[in-house]
């Protein structure tokens, strides 16, 4: 779980998850159960997916030179499927604030030095490398990338529209369903085809205003 800790020193703690956009386009707090529900059905849930495929590659491949192929087809496969260049950039953002950390953690792992010799690689990809030389199941990883969307969501939502702390706490307990949900659906996945593609025209259109507005609280 200290991954998913927004104290760690990769950036998180500059990420709304698309919140504050999505309240300055007229979003009201009572729909934000929604919203995590939403984003852990698309957005979360390409990138969880993601990482999954990318844990598996770095468990599977023991040659450098193919391991780093195959993980750049594993980065390349979710941007594809993450239609927006500001939500793009934001995970390549975290990508190298997950790679700066994970690289003094575990220096030598063939996994983190395959991520490190890509070329901006999204957060999905770093993720899934930390979690194999972690000893991370598939299970701990989709979980650990759910609850940390949804924990970002509530966090933000305080500082936005400062509300009863406990009601935060809440709103992470009741997504735990849908964590799970997710963590059924793509604990298995081994195949980069097999990466969901679901989009949410309408989280990356807030992402894309977000990334040109002069006046905001966190970055994305």
Same mark, same amino acid.
């Given at each position: 779980?200290?991954?998913?800790?927004?104290?760690?020193?990769?950036?998180?703690?500059?990420?709304?998850?698309?919140?504050?956009?999505?309240?300055?386009?007229?979003?009201?707090?009572?729909?934000?159960?929604?919203?995590?529900?939403?984003r852990?059905?698309?957005?979360?849930?390409?990138?969880?997916?993601?990482?999954?495929?990318?844990?598996?590659?770095?468990?599977?491949?023991?040659?450098?030179?193919?391991?780093?192929?195959?993980?750049? /087809?594993?980065?390349?496969?979710? #941007?594809?499927?993450?239609?927006?260049?500001? @939500? &793009? %950039? *934001?995970?390549?953002?975290?990508? $190298?604030?997950?790679?700066?950390?994970?690289?003094?953690?575990?220096p030598t792992?063939?996994?983190?030095?395959?991520?490190a010799?890509?070329?901006?690689?999204?957060?999905?990809v770093?993720?899934?490398?930390?979690?194999?030389?972690?000893?991370?199941?598939?299970?701990?990883?989709?979980?650990?990338?759910?609850?940390?969307?949804?924990q970002?969501?509530?966090?933000?939502?305080?500082?936005?529209?400062?509300?009863?702390?406990?009601?935060?706490?809440?709103?992470?307990?009741? /997504?735990?369903?849908?964590?799970? #949900?997710?963590?059924?659906?793509l604990?298995? @996945? &081994? %195949? *980069?085809?097999?990466?969901?593609? $679901?989009?949410?025209?309408?989280l990356?259109?807030?992402?894309?205003?977000h990334?040109?507005?002069?006046?905001?609280?966190f970055?994305?």
């Amino acid at each position: 779980m200290l991954l998913a800790d927004a104290r760690l020193p990769t950036g998180a703690h500059t990420q709304s998850a698309g919140l504050e956009p999505a309240l300055r386009a007229g979003m009201s707090m009572a729909e934000l159960p929604g919203y995590l529900t939403a984003r852990l059905r698309t957005v979360t849930a390409v990138e969880a997916g993601a990482a999954v495929v990318a844990r598996r590659v770095a468990l599977d491949d023991p040659d450098p030179t193919d391991l780093t192929e195959r993980l750049a /087809a594993v980065d390349a496969a979710w #941007r594809a499927r993450t239609v927006s260049p500001a @939500l &793009r %950039e *934001v995970s390549a953002m975290l990508g $190298r604030g997950y790679l700066r950390l994970v690289r003094r953690v575990w220096p030598t792992d063939a996994g983190i030095c395959a991520v490190a010799a890509l070329t901006r690689p999204g957060r999905a990809v770093v993720l899934g490398a930390a979690a194999a030389a972690a000893g991370l199941s598939a299970a701990q990883l989709v979980r650990l990338m759910g609850y940390e969307d949804v924990q970002t969501v509530s966090a933000a939502a305080l500082k936005l529209e400062p509300t009863d702390p406990v009601l935060a706490t809440l709103w992470v307990v009741r /997504a735990a369903p849908e964590i799970e #949900r997710m963590v059924s659906a793509l604990s298995d @996945l &081994r %195949e *980069v085809a097999e990466i969901p593609a $679901r989009g949410a025209p309408l989280l990356e259109q807030w992402a894309e205003v977000h990334a040109l507005s002069t006046q905001r609280l966190f970055r994305a």
